[in-house]
Nanobody, 121 residues
C-alpha cells in the first residue's frame, strides 16, 4: 500500500550535517506515523526517532537526541531526518518506516530500501 524511498545519504566529515529524505507513495501519507532506523555493519537495527501522524510529536533515541531532528511535510508526502554534529558512530544504513496504527510506538509495516551515511573522523 505504501512505498518508501530514502535519499540524501553520503559521505560527510565528523561535525558536519546531512539531511535525509523519505518520500512516500499514496494519498494517505498524513495518516502514517513515520520512523527512522539505522543499522551499522555487524550490529542490529536500532531506533533513531519517530514522528506521529496527527500532532507531529517527535521522539528520539538518546544517542541522537539534541543532534537529529525529524520533520514531515504532508503536502509533499515526505519525512526528513536532519542530522547535525555527526559522529563516526553515526555511520550506518538509514531506513525510514511507516505504520498506520493509533499508538505511536507500534510495529512498522512498511520499510524503505535504506540510504548509506558515512561519517569520517
Amino acid at each position: 500500500q505504501v512505498q518508501l524511498v530514502e535519499s540524501g545519504g553520503g559521505l560527510v566529515q565528523a561535525g558536519g550535517s546531512l539531511t535525509l529524505s523519505c518520500a512516500a507513495s499514496g494519498r494517505t501519507f498524513s495518516r502514517y506515523t513515520m520512523g527512522w532506523f539505522r543499522q551499522a555493519p555487524g550490529k542490529e537495527r536500532e531506533f533513531v526517532g519517530v514522528i506521529s501522524r496527527s500532532t507531529g510529536s517527535t521522539y528520539y533515541a538518546n544517542s541522537v537526541k539534541g543532534r537529529f531532528t525529524i520533520s514531515r511535510d504532508n503536502a509533499k508526502n515526505t519525512v526528513y531526518l536532519q542530522m547535525n554534529s555527526l559522529k563516526p558512530e553515526d555511520t550506518a544504513n538509514y531506513y525510514c518506516a511507516a505504520h498506520i496504527k493509533d499508538v505511536v510506538f507500534s510495529p512498522y509495516d512498511y520499510w524503505g530500501q535504506g540510504t548509506q551515511v558515512t561519517v569520517s573522523s
